[in-house]
């Protein structure tokens, strides 16, 4: 019988105490709430993408005997990533084919296709996240990093622009005229390249 009541008498002193305690937060002067999100991925487009990639124009010109520089005139795109949150960090690298007449019956040789750094933006103005970072390339047949974002960067849309005098192609003295063209391949893997800003 004196465990009964035993705990009845502590079960009555709790129910004493619980207004005593209210009573003591609603005269604090601080409180600690909290907000909450949940961002879920997108099942259904989750991978990093590359979404576009420019075709440059270098014109006509009369052959020269002397080397020539000849800057673009005209870049048809830019380079645009989509990253919809993964944190692997990325990169983009770009190789080139040799510029060769139709059927491969000459090749402009010596001849070196040049991307100046170029110009990195967030589609959105807002993007919290550190942009990737470009580089100058001199294209080669062995794909080089142009564009880069570290880890748990580059999130979000980026793109990459370059102007017309930020473009060149080098030819050489001692090629014939013709009518040259090269594949530029742009390829997008899951890593950052070691771009240093």
Same mark, same amino acid.
């Given at each position: @019988?004196? *465990?009964?009541?035993?705990?009845?008498?502590? #079960? @009555?002193?709790?129910?004493?105490?619980?207004?005593?305690?209210?009573?003591?937060?609603?005269?604090?002067?601080?409180?600690?709430?909290?907000?909450?999100? $949940?961002?879920?991925?997108?099942?259904?487009?989750?991978?990093?993408?590359?979404?576009? %990639?420019?075709?440059?124009?270098?014109?006509?010109?009369? $052959?020269?005997?002397?080397?020539?520089?000849?800057?673009?005139?005209?870049?048809?795109?830019?380079?645009?990533?989509? /990253?919809?949150?993964?944190?692997?960090?990325?990169?983009?690298?770009?190789?080139?084919?040799?510029?060769?007449?139709?059927?491969?019956? #000459?090749?402009?040789? +010596?001849?070196? &296709?040049?991307?100046?750094? +170029?110009?990195?933006?967030? %589609?959105? /103005?807002?993007?919290?996240? *550190?942009?990737?970072? %470009?580089?100058?390339?001199?294209?080669?047949?062995?794909?080089?990093?142009?564009?880069?974002?570290?880890? /748990?960067? #580059?999130? +979000?849309?980026?793109? @990459?622009?370059?102007?017309?005098?930020?473009?060149?192609?080098?030819?050489?003295?001692? /090629?014939?005229? #013709?009518?040259?063209?090269?594949?530029?391949?742009?390829? &997008?893997?899951?890593?950052?390249?070691?771009?240093?800003?």
């Amino acid at each position: @019988m004196k *465990k009964t009541i035993g705990t009845l008498i502590a #079960g @009555m002193s709790l129910f004493a105490v619980l207004p005593l305690a209210a009573q003591a937060a609603d005269t604090d002067t601080q409180k600690d709430t909290t907000a909450e999100i $949940n961002l879920t991925q997108d099942e259904t487009a989750k991978e990093i993408t590359l979404e576009k %990639a420019p075709t440059i124009n270098l014109g006509e010109h009369v $052959n020269d005997l002397a080397s020539q520089d000849y800057t673009a005139e005209e870049v048809t795109d830019l380079v645009e990533v989509k /990253n919809p949150g993964n944190i692997s960090g990325w990169h983009v690298g770009v190789s080139a084919t040799a510029f060769q007449t139709s059927g491969s019956t #000459g090749t402009l040789r +010596g001849a070196a &296709l040049t991307f100046k750094k +170029g110009t990195v933006a967030a %589609a959105d /103005n807002n993007n919290a996240s *550190k942009a990737p970072t %470009a580089k100058e390339v001199t294209i080669n047949t062995e794909s080089q990093p142009i564009l880069s974002a570290d880890e /748990n960067e #580059g999130i +979000g849309v980026y793109d @990459m622009s370059h102007t017309t005098d930020q473009v060149s192609l080098l030819v050489p003295a001692g /090629n014939s005229a #013709g009518a040259y063209k090269s594949t530029l391949t742009w390829t &997008l893997s899951n890593a950052p390249s070691g771009i240093e800003s």
